[in-house]
Nanobody, 125 residues
Framework: VQLQASGGGLVQAGGSLRLSCAAS????????MGWFRQAPGKERDFVAA????????YYVDSVKGRFTVSRDNAKNTMYLQMNGLKPEDTAVYYC???????????????????WGQGTQVTVSS
């Protein structure tokens, strides 16, 4: 599967953005998906994950209550709705995918086989 992330941009603190991750192929529904981010000079960190089938989601504590991950299998797309953005959310955001069993989600980058190219999110104070 090939992934393409989009939707990043420059926003003021407190603002919102919605990232999209479009997947190629006809088997998107068989993949568990995740969002990661990498700030300048830092390692890539987990942000959110969503399972396939029986939908379950998981978030890093710093984004709980502000970010929402979702997927639309008919459109082969995963989303990350980001509200209440903070300057510390500034990073390049990456989407990732791996084939998975129903209901499973994954928190580590090494768990994923496929990655998108990243989209820059910049939050000004």
């Amino acid at each position: 599967v090939q992934l393409q992330a989009s939707g990043g941009g420059l926003v003021q603190a407190g603002g919102s953005l919605r990232l999209s991750c479009a997947a190629s192929g006809r088997t998107f529904s068989s993949y568990a998906m995740g969002w990661f981010r990498q700030a300048p000079g830092k390692e890539r960190d987990f942000v959110a994950a969503i399972s396939r089938g029986i939908i379950t989601t998981y978030y890093v504590d710093s984004v709980k209550g502000r970010f929402t991950v979702s997927r639309d299998n008919a459109k082969n797309t995963m989303y990350l709705q980001m509200n209440g953005l903070k300057p510390e959310d500034t990073a390049v955001y990456y989407c990732a995918a791996r084939q998975a069993s129903l209901g499973n989600y994954y928190l580590k980058g090494s768990d994923y086989n496929y990655w998108g190219q990243g989209t820059q999110v910049t939050v000004s104070s």
